[in-house]
């Protein structure tokens, strides 16, 4: 199963320079190509130029061109020739059906706005700074270039291509990943609640707890980013060994984290997909707009808000566990669909104070935050096994009312 990935680069200033550089060189290669085509077309011989013949005029193009051409990845510029390749095909295929396709056009600069590299490692590299928490795409003649990664890549990375929309630019990945298997039905459904004391509960009233090494981790991390926040800011060749051993030390922290928390997302991924046919969550996106805290506004001045040490702390520890639910779900996804199952996102309002007894909906339901006890008909239970019944109900109800 191949999957794909979009992601904004965020190149500096050069690199951006050289993304159109690259694009226009690319561009220019294209046209170049599609003009040799045409004019042996054209000629009374009716010559046809294949791929082939064009791929192996590209070392000499190199090599009479090192200050453009000669520049960017070979496989890239073979892959811009191949677009060309098929274009033509399209192209004789339709007249030998006896359309009137239109020949190939050239391409003015703006109209072309993507480059391939056909293999990661030939001319690129996805994740080229592995030890650093920020992800770089490394491009051959533009250097390593930042990408804003919002969701994990799943498998192994193949291709690559850098493509420009606008003034924005973007890499996109095509990665493999293993081969859809459905896994035998159980007849199993199930809801589940992501929380911060718990990592999940589940409707059935289990618990998933939150990773122990991964609480010592962030609190480590915290401690080396107060420790790395006390040196100056200064340009990265003019930090001392202290300041540089401190980034280090962030970095390969932040690694860890990221690694552990991959780990336990990807075990108690398994463990439901293996388990259940039906897996119904809290739609995250609905949430973070229901629940977030509220900011204290500044009875001494009206339209300012007063900062709150104790709000900007669980403010903080969410967006921490917000992150790993983030990491999570996609991994639940993507598993569950490789083994055929179903995932459902419902709206998570009112899943923590309705009662699953009754159906009453109140406030007043869940006096504490662990706790649950209906005012209406008594029923109690862990609050979070409540949560994740509504869900599972409402994630069911919107599955009927899909298929019926
Ligand atoms: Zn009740």
Redesign the pocket.
């Known amino acids: 199963m191949i999957r794909a990935y979009k992601f904004l680069m965020r190149p500096t200033v050069g690199q951006a320079a050289a993304l159109g550089e690259m694009l226009r060189d690319h561009c220019s290669l294209y046209n170049g190509a599609l003009r040799e085509r045409r004019d042996a077309y054209r000629h009374a011989s009716k010559t046809s130029i294949t791929y082939g013949i064009q791929s192996a005029q590209l070392k000499e193009i190199r090599s009479f061109d090192p200050e453009r051409q000669g520049r960017w990845s070979f496989s890239s510029q073979q892959a811009t020739l191949r677009r060309l390749d098929k274009a033509f095909q399209a192209f004789f295929r339709r007249v030998k059906a006896g359309e009137a396709p239109g020949y190939p056009r050239f391409r003015g600069v703006m109209w072309f706005d993507t480059v391939d590299f056909p293999r990661d490692g030939d001319g690129c590299r996805w994740d080229s700074t592995p030890h650093d928490p920020v992800t770089r795409v490394r491009l051959q003649g533009v250097g390593h270039v930042k990408v804003h990664q919002h969701r994990p890549v799943v498998g192994k990375v193949r291709t690559v291509s850098v493509k420009r929309e606008g003034r924005r630019w973007y890499v996109i990945l095509t990665a493999q990943q293993a081969q859809p298997e459905p896994l035998p039905a159980t007849g199993g459904v199930v809801g589940i609640d992501l929380g911060i004391a718990n990592f999940l509960a589940d409707s059935g009233g289990g618990f998933v707890p939150n990773p122990r090494h991964g609480r010592r981790a962030a609190a480590k991390l915290g401690a080396a980013q107060q420790a790395l926040a006390r040196f100056p800011r200064v340009r990265r060749d003019k930090r001392t060994r202290n300041h540089r051993r401190a980034v280090q030390k962030v970095a390969d922290l932040h690694r860890k984290v990221r690694r552990q928390r991959l780990d336990h997302a990807h075990k108690t991924a398994l463990d439901l997909v293996r388990q259940h046919d039906v897996i119904a969550h809290e739609n995250l996106k609905i949430r973070n707009m229901v629940k977030a805290p509220a900011p204290k506004p500044d009875p001494g001045r009206s339209g300012s808000f007063l900062s709150n040490g104790a709000a900007a702390k669980a403010g903080l520890n969410h967006s921490i566990s917000d992150a790993g639910w983030g990491v999570f779900l996609t991994i639940l996804h993507v598993k569950a669909e490789s083994a055929g199952r179903e995932v459902i996102a419902v709206d998570p309002r009112n899943t923590s104070r309705t009662?699953?007894?009754?159906?009453?909906v109140a406030k007043e339901?869940r006096p504490t935050q662990e706790k649950f006890h209906?005012?209406?008909?008594?029923?109690t239970a862990h609050a979070d096994t409540v949560g994740a019944l509504n869900v599972l109900r409402a994630g069911l109800v919107h599955r009927n009312a899909r298929q019926g």
């Open positions: 009662c699953p007894a009754c159906g009453h339901n209906c005012v209406s008909c008594g029923h």
